[in-house]
């Protein structure tokens, strides 16, 4: 089996970028980004609406990994779903926690990349704006492959962000990843659907639903 993620180096995908950043101190000002909080109307309306068209119908276990203080975590428990989030920042799980208080959830804190769910397994495993910062993509996805059910499926939003110096992960790369991994993968291009991100972007954004065979 090719190993694709040997060509995203750490410069390509914003690695050091993203480990610079403390998570803990970031976390109580996280969700004034509006697709970060979820907390203008409309712009909560458009996730839920692909969040429904992303998730099984039926209810089912969902991982959330880099769930960030559990914004579409919530919208999934909203739509029925059992969460478990992961995040390796404490104070992350902490809002997430108080923010689904009551729901079907529970949260931990642990590595995206090896989330701490034992033999656990999950209907999907759902990742917003995380693969891009790991420093093994290709290795990150084989292992939550592994975490799913027979039929299960990998929901990935990514993008590529900034011109001058662009870190994330072009969608072209994440789908060769994915490619001896999974059956059907299906591609979205979100970058002109400024209902998601609050704002017009005009980088690459887009989600990609990868079901097991």
Not at 41 to 51: G, I, Q, T
Not at 158 to 177: H, M, N
Not at 195 to 210: N, T
Request: charged letters at 25%; one cysteine or more.
């Amino acid at each position: 089996m090719t190993d694709h993620s040997e060509g995203l180096n750490r410069a390509a995908t914003g690695t050091d970028a993203a480990t610079d950043v403390d998570w803990d101190t970031q976390a109580a000002s996280f969700d004034d980004e509006p697709d970060h909080g979820l907390r203008d109307p409309d712009v909560r309306r458009a996730w839920a609406r692909r969040l429904t068209a992303w998730l099984p119908e039926r209810p089912c276990d969902v991982l959330d990994l880099g769930c960030g203080t559990g914004s579409l975590s919530l919208l999934a428990a909203e739509q029925g779903h059992r969460v478990t989030g992961v995040d390796g920042s404490t104070a992350m799980v902490a809002l997430a926690r108080a923010k689904l208080a009551g729901r079907d959830a529970v949260f931990l804190v642990g590595d995206a990349a090896a989330p701490p769910v034992g033999e656990q397994r999950f209907d999907v495993v759902l990742v917003r704006h995380v693969l891009w910062a790991l420093p093994d993509p290709g290795r990150a996805l084989r292992h939550w492959r592994g975490l799913l059910r027979p039929g299960g499926r990998l929901v990935l939003v990514e993008g590529v962000w900034g011109t001058v110096s662009p870190a994330g992960i072009p969608a072209d790369d994440l789908t060769a990843l994915l490619a001896p991994l999974t059956g059907d993968v299906r591609l979205e291009r979100l970058s002109q659907e400024t209902e998601l991100w609050g704002k017009e972007v005009d980088d690459e954004r887009y989600a990609v639903v990868a079901v097991l065979e």
